[in-house]
Nanobody
Framework: QVQLVESGGGSVQAGGSLRLSCAAS????????MAWFRQAPGKEREGVAA??????????AADSVKGRFTLSQDNAKRNTIYLQMNSLKPEDSAMYYC????????????????????WGQGTQVTVSS
C-alpha cells in the first residue's frame, strides 16, 4: 500500500523559509511524476511544482512560485521529494499536499490533480505579514 507522508510545514513570518518533505513508502519501482499542490481556505487546489522521478526534471506553476520555490529529489530515494520555499508571502499560506502516481509530468499534465493516484494528508503552511 502506497503512503505519502508530508512534513516540514509550520508558521513563519513573511520573507522566511520552510522546507517541505514528502516520503513515499510502499511505492512501486517505476518512474512517476510527483508533485506538490496547495489549497487555501475557500480556494481551489492548485499545482505548485512537480518532478519526474527519473532524471529529476522539474516543473513549476507559472509565476506564483518561480524563483522562490525549489523542488528537489533525494539522491538515494527517488520517491522522496523536497520543496524548499524561500521569500514566503502571506498568500503562500495553505495546506500543502504531496501527490504521486502520474505516468508523466510534461505538457502541463502534472497540473491535473484528479489524475494522481496517491495523495498525502497535507502539511499546513502559515505565513504572517
Amino acid at each position: 500500500q502506497v503512503q505519502l507522508v508530508e512534513s516540514g510545514g509550520g508558521s513563519v513570518q513573511a520573507g522566511g523559509s520552510l522546507r517541505l518533505s514528502c516520503a513515499a513508502s510502499g511505492y512501486p519501482d517505476r518512474s512517476d511524476c510527483m508533485a506538490w499542490f496547495r489549497q487555501a481556505p475557500g480556494k481551489e487546489r492548485e499545482g505548485v511544482a512537480a518532478i519526474y522521478t527519473t532524471g529529476g526534471r522539474t516543473y513549476y506553476a507559472a509565476d506564483s512560485v518561480k524563483g522562490r520555490f525549489t523542488l528537489s529529489q533525494d539522491n538515494a530515494k527517488r520517491n522522496t521529494i523536497y520543496l524548499q520555499m524561500n521569500s514566503l508571502k502571506p498568500e503562500d499560506s495553505a495546506m500543502y499536499y504531496c501527490a504521486a502516481g502520474l505516468p508523466y509530468c510534461s505538457g502541463g499534465y502534472w497540473l491535473q490533480a484528479e489524475e494522481y493516484k496517491y495523495w498525502g494528508q497535507g502539511t499546513q503552511v502559515t505565513v504572517s505579514s
